[in-house]
DNA sequence: CTTGGTTTGTACAACGTTGTAAGCAACGAT
DNA sequence: ATCGTTGCTTACAACGTTGTACAAACCAAG
């Protein structure tokens, strides 16, 4: 049922080689064995077995993208462009879905498929550069914000300067008692503080006190969370005005908690979110939000890992910023 | 850099099959040997070439998953419980991303990495049972209703008994002009149909006129067509007091131009979708909907194909309906 | 000390592909 | 006629692994 080149060769009446020739677009092979070759391979419905073309060549064309989860909007928004990506470069996308543990991304970092992939797009949450640095050469680009100057590739999204940039624009808006919902204090969270010292970095340009009541942790980034922060603020008498979620789906959570309490946003309360995520045009209301260029974020690491495919190891690890912009939306209008 | 069992084998001493021995558990090897060895794995940190091993194994313990877009979320809840199923029988999945187009689907059907993959959880939106029996033997399970009594093995949710008990629950709220969203006439809309059929047959249940004015068309099923389709039966004048849309991102564009116009959800119109993702936990309102077992359905697929694998490839083809229940929200309440 | 069975280790050949080196025509230039 | 050149094809070896067959070492019992 399923052949083989020598198969192939043999209803031709030509060598293994020449079929393999045939194959690879190899130039130097006439016109008429050409023909009779592709003829054999058509007849057999021939497909090569990639297992023993990739322990020749010693690639795959497979790259993994790992991340921590699939259900997770922003990570399937990115996970779609980086297939998109790799696609113009031949390449095929094996997804993992890590969880975000320290040992399931450890596990991820260092063995996926050991030689089935030819390189890595991670986007950790547990591991810290320390970890990644024990690892042997896989070559790998990072996405996010982790590992800061760690011993890869990398590309980020300018955390800092996009949350002041939104809360900034609260500011604008004439609000004073800017809540935070997302930061945490485990080592995870390294986006928790980035955007947190962002929110605190406009909070200081505009000259407001940063008031620690308004600023709620959230164990992990869902919508469930950020509801639960929203309540939890609301419930402490601190009355914020607005309120910066540290991604969309806090956003979302916090929306929900809003409406469930009877108060208006934006008009009671604005809100903002934090990675664009297509839910986030349709809410009610619509959601402001920073929009990182996904498509971009994905490109660029795609073309990171090509690089760092054909360039000599020694190489430095580069790190590349990807634009971002403000989609202001129904939730906290523009001026 | 990196190692070959020859260089962990000559480290400790011993012959190269010895090694591989140790790394596949086999019994008879002395405790020393297998420490010696273990060590020298330990310092060269040798981890096995996959390809060599599934070149020689034929197997590869790779199973893809091949779904239309990975951005929906439907898809992207699906593709987490497929992977968590799938890692308990010890598989990696690859998962691909089609579009949706007859032509990738075919490429995807038959081609994905043709001998690194095991097998192939499909989830096809163009293809036919006729484009799928030209295809020689990739094990494969198929999800959803495209392909009706096909050459494969196939998971599917009763659609037609599911549309007409969410109708039906429509119905009970009193509810008379009751609308459709998401109507198909292309061989794609395999889903569209059935979810048509269960909501004319709660109407005649209820003895209710079809009223072919009250159920819009949507090319694709995401928010902005369900917008664009609500928008357009309420500009019609028909105005219904409900309506059922053939998936949740459908209805959340549904919501989002109810709002806009000034319609209040469930008082003015009530609003069911299908799918139960995560974000009509959230919505405002929330959204009722039929709630598909998607761990199930992952789960059976995974088994399906897990038997198929080492089953007489004569074996029929088994088609296993997963179950599904309504999950009541604001949208339109229990009674 | 032989016999016979079990345990432990080895050598070799495959899995299906492609790179290398080389062979064999046919050709024009010497 | 002889010598490269060029075009086309082939045989062979390798990629790293594991199954098969067998040899060596061990052990217990006769």
């Not at 990675?275 to 795609?302: C, N």
């Amino acid at each position: 049922m399923r052949h083989r080149l020598k198969d192939v060769a043999e209803r031709a009446g030509v060598s293994v080689k020449t079929v393999s020739n045939v194959v690879n677009g190899y130039q130097h092979v006439r016109a008429d064995t050409r023909a009779r070759v592709e003829a054999a391979i058509a007849e057999l419905n021939y497909r090569p077995n990639l297992s023993a073309r990739n322990l020749r060549k010693g690639r795959t064309g497979v790259i993994a993208l790992a991340v921590p989860e699939l259900d997770i909007p922003y990570f399937a928004e990115l996970a779609r462009h980086v297939v998109t990506a790799a696609a113009e470069h031949g390449w095929t996308v094996l997804i993992d879905q890590t969880g975000g543990g320290p040992e399931q991304e450890r596990k991820a970092a260092s063995g996926i498929g050991d030689h089935m992939i030819d390189g890595l797009i991670f986007s950790p949450l547990a591991l810290t550069a320390d970890d990644l640095a024990g690892l042997d050469g896989m070559p790998m680009v990072l996405l996010g914000e982790r590992v800061d100057h760690g011993p890869a590739d990398h590309v980020v999204v300018d955390n800092v300067a996009a949350a002041r940039e939104i809360t900034a624009h609260l500011v604008g808006l004439g609000r004073r008692r800017i809540a935070a919902i997302g930061s945490q204090r485990t080592p995870e969270g390294a986006s928790a503080r980035l955007r947190l010292a962002g929110y605190t970095a406009a909070l200081a340009d505009a000259g407001i006190a940063y008031d620690e009541r308004l600023v709620a942790p959230a164990p992990a980034w869902h919508r469930a969370d950020g509801a639960a922060a929203m309540r939890h603020l609301l419930s402490t008498g601190v009355r914020p005005d607005a309120v910066f979620c540290f991604n969309d789906t806090l956003a979302l959570g916090a929306l929900r908690a809003l409406h469930e309490a009877g108060l208006r946003v934006p008009d009671d309360v604005a809100v903002a979110g934090f990675d664009d995520i297509e839910d986030g045009r349709f809410s009610i209301p619509t959601l402001s939000t920073v929009a990182p260029d996904k498509e971009r974020i994905a490109r660029l690491a795609v073309e990171l890992l090509a690089n760092r495919l054909t360039a000599d190891p020694e190489t430095p690890p580069r790190e590349l910023v990807a634009p971002h912009r403000l989609a202001l939306r129904e939730s906290a209008p523009p001026r």
